[in-house]
């Protein structure tokens, strides 16, 4: 399964609203996902998709929220996993035994950090056990800006930091609307029973720039 999280850019003011549907133009048909996760999306993309696949909406405001696109052809279920401090959409993807949970999740980057951070670890994530599942999104964390004691919780608990595990350092996703070098911030997380991530790499070019202040994180996904 090819899998995408990314942040659009379109959380408030900002250069990117006037191209997003190219973004979202540039997702589909350049990234090709089969299940896409969407942070800082219009809401009007719903317009823009409908004929190539479902997306379901999870917490929004003023227009703009979190989604999940999931191509024509796989079967879904929109899922309620809310947790305080962060915008969620949660979705059950195929049919019988092969279902697979995914979670589209954009951490708040307020002072309250830390307990949003905490609120994933003792709220979402043990509502996820049990299941197969992918977690993506913007966590606004990162090891080397003090967040290390988020990402060692979660691999105590047996969660894989998919690039972590294929690469041995984050993926830098995010540079900012002026063009800055790139630093962490957007991460896929799976169980071990899910299957095997054979790749996870951030899309970083001219056009993903033009496009958004994050780039693409791209995950493939094998089966069990």
């Known amino acids: ?14 250069p990117y609203g006037p191209t997003h549907e190219n973004a979202w133009n540039y997702l ?4 090709q996902p089969d299940v896409a996760l969407v942070q800082e999306s219009k809401l ?38 809310p947790s305080e401090g962060s915008f969620v959409a949660a979705a059950d993807v195929g049919e019988g035994s092969t279902i697979l949970t995914v979670a589209s999740i954009h951490v708040a980057p307020t002072k309250e950090k830390r307990r949003h951070l905490q609120n994933l670890i003792d709220v979402l994530f043990p509502a996820l056990k049990g299941r197969a599942f992918v977690a993506g999104g913007d966590f606004n964390a990162a090891r080397s800006y003090g967040q290390g004691w988020f990402f060692a919780e979660l691999a105590e608990r047996g969660l894989h930091d998919c690039h972590w595990d294929l690469h041995g350092q984050e993926g830098r996703s995010f540079w900012g609307q002026h063009g800055l070098e790139a630093i962490p911030g957007d991460y896929f997380f799976v169980d071990a029973a899910t299957g095997r991530a054979s790749a996870c790499y951030v899309v970083d070019n001219e056009e993903v720039r033009r496009l958004s202040d994050h780039g693409p994180v791209l995950l493939h996904l094998d089966a069990t």
């Open 1 to 14: 399964m090819r899998i995408v999280s990314w942040n659009m850019g379109c959380g408030g003011p900002g």
């Open 28 to 31: 589909l048909e350049q990234l």
């Open 44 to 81: 009007a993309a719903s317009g823009w998709v409908a004929d190539r696949g479902s997306l379901f909406w999870g917490d929004h405001w003023r227009g703009w929220g979190t989604g999940i696109f999931v191509r024509k052809g796989l079967s879904a279920v929109e899922r309620q996993l």
